[in-house]
């Protein structure tokens, strides 16, 4: 059959160009070897965590152009799966004050400094540290959402489907999976770490491990996501969300018990009021794509459109680059940085 286009890889990025395309009236194929976002788009919760620096940086003004895009998109495709609650960064050190405090000065639309008792009355639990406070994060529910992007009637899914061959056929593409031959227009590459299977792209694999860990009466009360080494979402089904680990050039996706309690560990030294002998009630582990400068790939490569390299932020900047190669939005620095033309 015929396509408008096909997109290998159901996770966070080929969910956002699918839902985008079909918007269009496109008719999309969506191809994956496993489930819908059975990789790293597929944890229970996960937060919107822009990386700011405290000094003029090219990665902190996307990171803040896509915070602004992706939150306003949430709020209009799928606003019962984002909880715009939010994000508090601690300072955990007196240097870590005064580069929040740079950060802040750069950027005042988007953050606001905190005293200790200011966070406390925010979180609605005990800190011992003042912090950042960036309102228009907060945390989401990736597996729903791209669930909820691909229910468009023009959306054709076909999971556990291996790819075999890609083969460009004059103005076309031919795919060659295990379940077949379908044929389209525009090809896009959105596997994450598996993307360097079809093109030689500068990509590393990044092991990540999250963990749901046990509440209590007063941790039940937090109100924001809080992050120090990692994040910690307010309780939802009995636990706090903790993400999570990174390891690059791992690429082992098998939950550790030793890296859950770690987690467990860092997690209390965040929010002290945590219970001494708290469970890990699940984990998961996952691997994402990296590159070397830690921007995604957003653009063309050999005609085929590639959408990967999204490191540990992809819930974040993965709406926000289909966007941009899509040409639902215009950013020129944007679409310069993350082209992987860059290398």
Request: glycine share 8%.
């Amino acid at each position: 059959m015929t396509y408008d286009h096909i997109i290998i890889g159901a996770g966070i990025a080929g969910c956002s160009a699918a839902a985008l395309l079909a918007e269009r009236g496109k008719q999309v194929l969506l191809l994956d070897a496993g489930e819908i976002a059975g990789g790293a788009s597929g944890n229970t919760a996960g937060a919107l965590y822009p990386h700011l620096t405290a000094s003029p940086s090219p990665s902190a003004r996307i990171h803040l152009a896509a915070l602004d895009y992706t939150t306003a998109w949430l709020q209009r495709v799928a606003p019962e799966y984002w909880h715009p609650c939010g994000m508090l960064l601690l300072a955990k050190t007196p240097d870590d004050i005064v580069r929040l405090e740079k950060i802040s000065a750069l950027y005042p639309q988007h953050t606001r400094l905190l005293s200790t008792t200011e966070a406390k009355a925010l979180t609605g639990v005990p800190l011992d540290e003042a912090g950042l406070f960036l309102p228009q994060s907060g945390w989401l529910h990736p597996l729903q959402l791209c669930r909820k992007l691909l229910s468009a009637p023009n959306i054709t899914i076909k999971t556990h489907t291996r790819v075999e061959n890609i083969q460009r056929t004059g103005h076309s593409w031919r795919v060659q999976s295990s379940e077949g031959t379908s044929v389209c227009q525009q090809l896009i590459l959105a596997s994450g770490w598996q993307t360097g299977d079809f093109l030689p792209l500068r990509l590393t694999p990044v092991r990540g491990q999250m963990a749901v860990i046990q509440t209590n009466t007063v941790s039940q009360t937090l109100q924001t996501v809080v992050c120090r080494k990692h994040y910690i979402l307010p309780a939802h089904d009995g636990g706090h969300v903790v993400g999570s680990t990174y390891q690059r050039g791992s690429s082992d996706a098998t939950v550790r018990t030793t890296e859950s309690l770690q987690i467990a560990r860092d997690a209390q030294h965040t929010l002290p009021c945590l219970p001494a002998d708290m469970r890990v009630l699940s984990a998961r582990a996952a691997v994402r794509a990296a590159t070397p400068d830690s921007l995604p790939l957003a653009g063309y490569v050999d005609d085929i459109l590639v959408l990967t390299g999204f490191g540990s932020r992809g819930l974040l900047t993965a709406p926000f680059a289909a966007a941009l190669v899509l040409e639902e939005i215009e950013n020129l620095e944007a679409t310069a940085r993350l082209s992987p033309q860059r290398y």
